[in-house]
């Protein structure tokens, strides 16, 4: 039978350490909200290499009388509650009394600190849970504390950190987190030696996310203030025209108190539904305030994760104050009217070229040829830039379209759709299911005669094969050929952007896309670090060209994100999928009948399309039977 052990003091302490200090941002949050709780008006963040090495928090709070400077490293001794009632209203950001001795578990701490009641200040230091020195010391009032070598006594747990940039941003993260949270307070970040962050501490919670996120996000932001029930939310959200690929931009607080609540997002994207696209997500800064016994913080010790006595008050505060503000607002989209790059770069022989939406790769001869052949290769993309020629293993084949060489007759022959037939592609369409989608037999080598009927709603191809009709999806089926494009390369072709992009991102996506730079590069990404929360892109993939590039990046960091601790090898796929979307034509663009048919005719050389990557169909198949049971006829 088990022997039952009394684990000694320093076994428990690390023990509990592991639940609050995780990595150098979570000593960095603990700190900050001793310091916020202290009173404090103005914090310093200082860190060096990530704060693996070096973190400084000063403040210029209450500070410690000298006789409780001890008591703060001892474990459960807290200032903030007092009796079990204290527990159920709890109005201070921590209260636990674990923090501190956490941290000087696994760490080497010195505090310097002195109360306004006293003379002389305290310096006192403690490593790894063991006293060192206690000494008089000249400071002002207020608090400094700095934690150097974390992890120096478990060499197992500091294998677990990141890189320093990694760590480092996870702080700034924390920082701005906090920032936005209290912008009566003035913080101040340093990083290796850098300011890379300071507030005014004038009140204004606009200022604060100011000097957070920049210029672009406040100006794109409303104004919310709506009382409910007791309660009442404050802060801004983005305009509908400002949204965002992730919720990685969504910051919620409770009494000041930064948490993460599904019901919380639930209710600020259902007071945005009908107002923003599907798939986009608005940013928010909302502060709820409440009576403290409403919600219990004491669920997880990172104090992070709360519980509501009801969730339903809190969803209609928030609905109906961000549904209010939203409907107010009046701003509409600006439109866009700065040059194309095609238009800025033409000679004046191309002044008069009418533009679609995508380049029009596959132009009108001035004067078409009774016959014309074009050589195709399967790899090539019908609307891809015409700076690279992607290809494919697969055979090449001919196409041949006859025009009629009189004028009227060629005016007739683009009105009424054509016949154009194939030589020598490996397919052919079985499977004679009503509005299935179409398979293709590659041992089956017979010539398919199609017939372009044409284009309904800008978005669907309708073509005619051996008495049925196909509906053709027209983005689904270029993203799968755009996917399949990038599958066959063993080496992704780039295409240098004429002006790099910069993309702003949330701590957290930063923090994921730099974890995965040599993911991006093998995907056809040329990617760097550029400033504190931001990268440059200076190469995207050829098949994606220089449009929605900062949305397509976006996306990746989200998913990146959400997908952080995949360990799968399919990440690479679904960033093909989101890079084939963002290259493909887009329901409504326009293409002219010649590239609908070299489109239809490219696609049906590829047997083995059936699906885009997301897994909608590409074709649609109604019989000629099924028409003309409709009508009676059979």
Not at 539 to 565: F, N, R
Request: aromatic share 8%; proline share 4%; net charge negative.
């Amino acid at each position: 039978m088990p022997t039952i052990n009394v684990l000694p003091k320093e076994i428990y302490q690390l023990i509990a350490a592991g639940e609050v200090v995780e990595r150098p941002s979570s000593i960095v949050k603990e700190m900050i909200e001793n310091s916020v709780d202290a009173g404090a008006e103005h914090i310093t963040v200082e860190i060096k290499n990530g704060g693996s090495t070096y973190v400084r928090i000063t403040d210029d709070g209450c500070g410690i009388e000298r006789e409780q400077v001890k008591k703060v490293f001892v474990s459960h001794a807290t200032s903030k509650i007092s009796s079990a009632d204290d527990l159920n209203a709890i109005g201070t950001l921590g209260f636990r009394g674990e923090a501190m001795a956490s941290i000087s578990a696994v760490a080497k701490v010195e505090l310097l600190t002195k109360a306004d009641s006293e003379d002389v200040g305290t310096r006192y230091e403690i490593a790894g849970g063991e006293e060192i020195s206690i000494d008089d010391a000249g400071c002002p009032k207020g608090t400094t504390i700095v934690v150097r070598d974390i992890f120096f006594n478990t060499p197992a747990r500091m294998k677990f950190l990141k890189k320093d940039v990694t760590e480092g941003n996870a702080v700034a993260g924390i920082v701005d987190r906090m920032a936005i949270s209290h912008p009566e307070i003035s913080f101040r970040f340093i990083r290796d030696g850098k300011q890379t962050l300071i507030t005014s501490g004038n009140g204004d919670l606009k200022s604060a996310i100011y000097s957070v996120f920049g210029r672009e996000v406040s100006e794109s932001l409303i104004y919310v203030d709506y009382a409910y029930d007791n309660m009442r939310v404050t802060g801004y959200v983005s305009k509908p025209t400002a949204s965002r690929k992730s919720r990685a931009m969504q910051f919620f607080f409770i009494n000041n108190r930064l948490v993460k609540s599904a019901t919380a997002m639930a209710a600020l994207e259902q007071a945005y539904k009908n107002s923003i696209m599907v798939g986009r997500f608005p940013m928010c800064v909302l502060n709820i305030e409440l009576n403290p016994a409403l919600v219990d913080v004491n669920v997880h010790p990172a104090k992070i994760e709360v519980r509501f006595a009801n969730e339903k008050p809190i969803f209609d505060l928030i609905y109906y104050g961000v549904k209010s503000a939203v409907e107010a607002d009046r701003s509409v989209k600006e439109a866009d009217f700065s040059p194309k790059l095609e238009q800025i770069y033409d000679t004046p022989s191309k002044v008069n070229q009418t533009y679609t939406s995508k380049i029009d790769f596959f132009k009108k001869k001035e004067e078409p040829p009774v016959q014309q052949s074009f050589k195709i290769q399967p790899g090539e993309g019908f609307y891809q830039s015409s700076k690279s020629t992607l290809h494919s293993p697969r055979a090449s084949y001919t196409l041949d379209i006859e025009y009629e060489d009189n004028d009227e007759q060629q005016k007739i022959s683009e009105a009424k759709p054509e016949t154009v037939h194939i030589d020598e592609v490996k397919s052919s369409i079985a499977e004679e299911v009503q509005e299935s989608p179409v398979t293709c037999d590659e041992n089956d080598n017979k010539n398919i005669g199609f017939k372009l009927i044409g284009e309904v709603f800008k978005t669907y191809l309708i073509v005619e094969i051996e008495n049925e009709l196909y509906f053709i999806d027209k983005h689904a089926a270029h993203e799968r050929m755009n996917y399949e494009q990038f599958r066959a390369q063993e080496t992704v072709e780039t295409q240098m952007l004429l002006s790099p992009v910069a993309v702003n991102l949330s701590k957290d996506e930063f923090n994921a896309l730099c974890d995965n730079t040599d993911l991006l590069s093998q995907c056809g990404f040329e990617a760097e670090p550029f400033g504190d929360s931001a990268v440059i892109v200076r190469a995207v993939p050829s098949l994606v060209g220089d449009s929605d590039v900062k949305d397509l990046i976006c996306e990746i960091a989200e998913k990146l994100l959400e997908h952080k601790t995949d360990i799968t090898p399919d990440k690479i796929d679904w960033i093909y999928h989101s890079a084939s979307c963002r290259g493909a034509v887009k329901a409504g663009d326009n293409t002219s009948p010649e590239e609908q048919r070299l489109f239809v005719a490219k696609l049906l050389s590829m047997p083995n399309i059936r699906f885009c990557p997301h897994g909608r169909p590409v074709f649609i198949k109604i019989s000629k039977y099924d028409i003309e049971k409709q009508f009676g006829r059979v």
